[in-house]
């Protein structure tokens, strides 16, 4: 309350909160701090990976959520696509709704900078549509395996849409399970451009100008 308190200060006017978000790895804290939310303010915790299956209950228990961050500025963080998929089965099986953060800054898996500074590294990056697409999947009841082998593709031409359903493959999505997927378990992915997602969704022929 005294942080909020300052940052209304120097904005000079009143602060919402409207998420929390965190590093968090004890069922202790992560139950104490949505509780201390109350209803209304989802709490997003990052857990580490492994432990994914260990911590859902709590989260269930807790009407929390779950953060996983696939990627950053550097090349050694960003995790493997066998753990990215049990993470997104899990929580799928558990009704735990997740956000995807950290080098999500494209529609589909490649190579790309991993800053915008000249010369940067380049490293293969998760694509948003990859992480969505096998959680939408993995409500359809696919297998890990399935998920993962999703997370690697980095063919656009894998991915179509229309107006009823979404392919990956020969893998089908009806509207009703994404319409499902999106409202409980795969809410949002974070980036740090605004444009490059647009920009690729409408070079790849996804969205309009």
Avoid at 150 to 172: G, K, N, Q, R, T
Avoid at 194 to 207: A, C, I
Wanted: charged share 20%; net charge negative.
């Amino acid at each position: 309350d005294g942080d909020l308190a300052r940052i209304a200060a120097c904005a000079g006017s009143p602060v919402r909160v409207e998420v929390v978000e965190g590093r968090l790895s004890r069922d202790d804290e992560i139950t104490r701090i949505a509780r201390s939310l109350g209803p209304g303010i989802p709490l997003y915790a990052e857990i580490p990976v492994a432990r994914t299956d260990e911590l859902l209950p709590s989260l269930a228990g807790a009407g929390a959520r779950a953060k996983i961050r696939t990627g950053g500025v550097i090349a050694d963080v960003f995790p493997a696509a066998a753990e990215v998929a049990r993470f997104i089965l899990s929580c799928s099986r558990a009704s735990v709704p997740f956000k995807a953060t950290a080098g999500l800054h494209h529609p589909v898996r490649g190579s790309y900078p991993l800053s915008y500074d000249a010369g940067a590294q380049c490293t293969t990056m998760y694509g948003f549509l990859n992480v969505f697409m096998a959680a939408a999947v993995a409500r359809s009841g696919a297998g890990v395996s399935t998920l993962e082998r999703i997370l690697m593709d980095s063919d656009p031409a894998h991915f179509s849409f229309s107006d009823v359903d979404a392919s990956w493959c020969d893998s089908h999505v009806d509207l009703a399970t994404l319409v499902d997927t999106r409202a409980s378990t795969a809410i949002a992915f974070g980036s740090c451009s605004f444009r490059e997602p647009l920009d690729d969704l409408v070079s790849l022929g996804l969205l309009t100008s």
